[in-house]
């Protein structure tokens, strides 16, 4: 079965560090992921797209990585903002999926001012 | 918005009711897809739409039957729903031909609640 994993599932810090968060997926045979961000209640909104021949992609302060023979991404958010505060989905679009899209649990995410 | 809109934001109806979602998007994509996300659980995939045609249904039970008129509207039709059902509905479009990048667009979702 394919399954995408986030860890942790929630996440604390101070405002100004730099954070990591993780998602590993269980196949390499990918066409891409992508990473969401969701504020409580709300829709979706795409921060990150990296297609499976790419390494990563950078947008602002943030920076997502993908390793597909270690089936992992990581989202790197730097110099962090109470703003940022919300929940951060990964989701995987599988190679015989039809290209849908497989969700992570997602990482609740909180700055402290 | 992010060219995926979504109505209404907000629903209240009985199990005995009947209603509409209704999603539109003004991005020329040809695919659509709804998601259901109850709390503490992954998004669920449960229908995909390509060029108007159900490509894909994921065991949803008949309670919810979904429309497609054209590439650039999607609804979801609910009758006699129970409390479990009672979750965001998020509509989702993409580009899926050779060539696009894939990347999916989210709208804001719909919260239903069934009492």
């Known amino acids: 079965k394919q399954e995408v994993t986030q860890i942790p599932a929630a996440l604390s810090v101070p405002e100004g560090e730099n954070l990591v968060l993780n998602c590993s997926f269980t196949?390499?045979?990918?066409?891409?992921l992508q990473w969401f961000r969701q504020d409580p209640g709300k829709g979706l909104t795409s921060l990150l797209l990296?297609?499976?021949?790419?390494r990563e992609q950078t947008s602002g302060r943030l920076n997502a990585s993908l390793d597909k023979s270690s089936g992992r991404s990581t989202l790197y958010i730097a110099a962090s903002q109470p703003g940022d505060s919300a929940t951060y989905l990964c989701a995987v679009s599988f190679s015989g999926s039809a290209r849908q899209l497989t969700f992570g649990s997602g990482t609740q995410l909180t700055v402290l001012p | 918005e992010t060219g995926v809109t979504q109505t209404p934001r907000h629903l209240v109806m009985g199990m005995t009711n009947k209603k509409s979602l209704k999603c539109e998007q003004h991005?020329?994509?040809?695919?659509m897809y709804w998601y259901k996300q109850s709390a503490k659980k992954p998004l669920e995939l449960m229908f995909v739409y390509n060029f108007k045609e159900q490509t894909e249904n994921n065991s949803v039970p008949s309670r919810f039957s979904p429309e497609c008129p054209n590439s650039s509207h999607l609804f979801l039709h609910l009758h006699t729903l129970q409390p479990e059902d009672s979750a965001l509905y998020l509509c989702a479009s993409s580009q899926d031909l050779p060539g696009a990048n894939y990347g999916y667009t989210f709208g804001s979702g719909t919260r239903l609640t069934v009492v």
């Open positions: 196949d390499s045979a990918i066409y891409n």
């Open positions: 990296i297609q499976s021949s790419q």
């Open positions: 991005l020329g994509h040809n695919a």
